[in-house]
């Protein structure tokens, strides 16, 4: 009774890859704070940072009902003339919707994870040593499905929040929209 039980559970590992769809692969982004029509006193968005960069990997399933879910790490650094900016990390969930998939990949996403912020050119001696750190972003984002790999663009609304002593975005908080490109492989 046991052999048949343990056959079905292996036949089904096989079969789920088969009729699932995910992608995996590296993407690079930027939330830009400051806009060349408004001045840094009045920002449309407040934050400590003028414009982070970041760079990261992710992987993902995509379930028959479009449901989406998977994870991601990524690496942030802000760019300023030679001086020393803010750098951290985080690493995360994935969760979404397919919300089509043909003749154009169209997809929406949360990424939410936990990781750490620092600043060493801050006048705050938490922020130059690090602090722990939430980060959100929603995205929507547009593939092409190519045969294997899917070159992908998005958009989205980042939050980068510092958790602890002070409350939460106290010592850091950044927040903005985001745009970015991915290079996916799997099938889409």
Request: proline share 4%.
């Amino acid at each position: 009774m046991k052999v048949p039980a343990l056959i079905a559970v292996l036949g089904l590992c096989v079969l789920f890859p088969v009729i699932a769809d995910g992608a995996g692969g590296a993407f690079w982004g930027s939330q830009q704070i400051h806009y060349p029509w408004a001045s840094y006193e009045d920002s449309i968005f407040s934050s400590t940072a003028d414009r982070l960069d970041y760079v990261g990997g992710m992987g993902f399933g995509i379930d028959h009902d479009g449901t989406v879910s998977g994870g991601f790490g990524v690496g942030f650094s802000e760019q300023k003339d030679g001086e020393k900016g803010v750098s951290g990390g985080f690493g995360g969930l994935i969760t979404g919707h397919r919300i089509f998939k043909r003749p154009l990949n169209l997809i929406g996403l949360l990424f939410v994870g936990v990781g750490g912020v620092s600043d060493e050119g801050s006048a705050d001696p938490k922020l130059q040593d690090g602090v722990f750190s939430i980060m959100g972003e929603g995205t929507l984002e547009a593939s092409l499905p190519l045969s294997f790999f899917h070159p992908t663009v998005y958009a989205g609304y980042q939050v980068i929040a510092s958790v602890g002593s002070g409350g939460i975005g106290e010592t850091y908080l950044s927040y903005s929209p985001t745009i970015g490109f991915r290079m996916l492989f799997g099938d889409l």
